[in-house]
């Protein structure tokens, strides 16, 4: 729940449980748990105000918020998910899932008033990737999976999913409404940092700088120009004698993301979603046109704009990747093995190296010094670094250089790097000039708390809520009994 602090540490709980409740929010929204019944959800999940304060207690409804109900029934199905996903509920009290149900309902039903927009198309592709990644646990059966899930057939699954996806969408969006202009000064920093008692400052563990060359091998133009061709066969094909578009794209195109509902993505003109290249061509076609091939860093496509719905253009594509020879790759390996010798033998610096023969652009200017994605700074802390490059670099010691690594993405693309561990620095306490980055970070999460604190003492006051039975003995961090 979100409480008010007064030090560090009660910052880093508060902001352990901002991720829990985050945790929350992402197991109901890919959970399809039973919300309620049919018969119930036509007749009370929209409630009316007014009809709301005068209903007769309906047997399971543990309260309700707005235009929403929470069932008995949901908040022991939550607490039953999260042990299902391996999240530890020893210190998550059913009061609190029951308090964050609240706290999701109050946000949806606010964006509904509002009228902040989730699309359908959207939800729909949510839906589907949900049902997906359901199958995979159960070898592709659809019977399996609504047995399991109590459900009489696809349909009512896909019903049910699409209006908790479509809820938890709207409080997902209402929460980033209230939050998105909260912004942090250097001053607010400070004077975040120097009211935390040294004693409780936090202790930040062991980082690394981590800095890596690559080398990629090499398409020939003769690979590219055979995937061109390819390409405007297809093209010839669907235009010239009507061939099905979405069953080429499933037959051959290599995006796995897409392949299987035949390329078919929702581009929206105000959220990019695909690479600068892949949207200019979409949104310049007309409705039925196919585009000519053309070429992304994922490889060649063409892509055909089915329907535009205001903002939203429905597009499906085939993916081709050139196919590198068994010489090129060859050739890459031992091209990284000459630059290593070089480095070893003191002929050329590592940095410098990186700058003149690495194949990566995001890293090259840099001398090959990785970004941290999450903290956008060099620094890695030890135990949160991803698994795979841990497990290349643990063994390595400072300003050693790595053997050359090989790697293969899920694409079956193959490139080779060197790694070098180019700082270390120990667990340490919070230092302010060492450490500015993490610290503004924990400043701007307890202000962006309060903004939601704040947004959630007014409204509470404003919307229709019954906490019902039991449920009013829970001792709520908000004023949810309007006391």
């Not at 399971?60 to 199905?77: E, H, M, P, R, T």
Request: charged fraction near 35%; hydrophobic fraction near 35%; aromatic fraction near 8%.
């Amino acid at each position: 729940m979100l409480l008010k602090t007064n030090n560090l540490k009660s910052i880093n709980k508060l902001k352990q449980t901002f991720i829990c409740c985050l945790t929350l929010l992402t197991v109901n929204f890919i959970s399809a748990q039973e919300i309620i019944e049919e018969k119930v959800e036509k007749e009370v999940k929209k409630v009316d105000t007014v009809k709301a304060k005068n209903a007769r207690k309906v047997d399971g409804v543990a309260a309700v918020v707005g235009d929403y109900i929470v069932l008995d029934s949901d908040i022991d199905k939550t607490y039953l998910q999260l042990k299902a996903q391996g999240v530890n509920t020893d210190q998550i009290q059913p009061c609190e899932v029951f308090g964050k149900l609240l706290e999701d309902k109050l946000y949806a039903h606010h964006a509904i008033q509002d009228s902040i927009v989730v699309s359908d198309a959207e939800i729909r592709r949510s839906v589907e990737y949900q049902i997906q990644q359901f199958l995979q646990q159960t070898n592709g059966s659809m019977e399996k999976l609504l047995e399991f899930y109590k459900k009489e057939d696809e349909q009512s699954f896909r019903d049910e999913m699409f209006e908790i996806n479509k809820a938890n969408q709207l409080a997902t969006r209402m929460q980033q409404q209230i939050v998105e202009e909260v912004e942090i000064t250097p001053e607010e920093v400070r004077a975040f940092f120097n009211k935390i008692p040294e004693e409780d400052r936090p202790t930040f563990g062991t980082e690394l700088k981590v800095a890596q060359i690559i080398a990629e091998p090499k398409v020939s133009e003769e690979a590219e120009q055979k995937t061109i061709d390819r390409l405007e066969k297809f093209k010839a094909d669907i235009v010239e004698n009507g061939s099905s578009f979405r069953s080429k794209a499933v037959l051959y195109s290599e995006d796995q993301g897409s392949a299987s509902r035949g390329g078919k993505y929702t581009l929206n003109r105000k959220r990019p979603q695909m690479v600068k290249e892949f949207r200019q061509v979409a949104f310049a076609l007309q409705e039925g046109e196919v585009s000519d091939p053309f070429k992304t860093e994922f490889g060649y496509h063409i892509v055909t704009l089915e329907k535009i719905r205001g903002q939203e253009y429905d597009v499906a594509h085939i993916l081709l990747s050139p196919k590198v020879s068994s010489e090129a790759v060859k050739e890459a390996k031992e091209r990284l093995e000459k630059v290593r010798q070089k480095i070893v033998d003191g002929e050329i610096s590592f940095a410098n190296a990186a700058r003149e023969v690495s194949d990566e652009e995001e890293t090259r200017n840099d001398g090959g010094q990785l970004i941290n994605p999450t903290t956008q700074d060099y620094n890695f802390e030890l135990t949160r670094m991803d698994p795979e490059l841990y497990s290349q670099i643990q063994n390595l010691k400072e300003e050693e250089v790595s053997l050359v690594l090989k790697e293969e993405d899920r694409t079956g693309k193959v490139k080779f790097k060197l790694l070098r561990v180019t700082d270390r620095v120990d667990e340490h306490k919070a230092d302010y000039a060492r450490d500015y980055l993490k610290i503004k970070q924990l400043a701007l999460e307890e202000k962006k708390i309060k903004a939601i604190e704040k947004w959630q003492e007014e409204k509470i006051l404003d919307t229709y809520i019954k906490i019902s039975g039991a449920r009013r003995d829970c001792d709520f961090s908000g004023n949810w009994l309007k006391k």
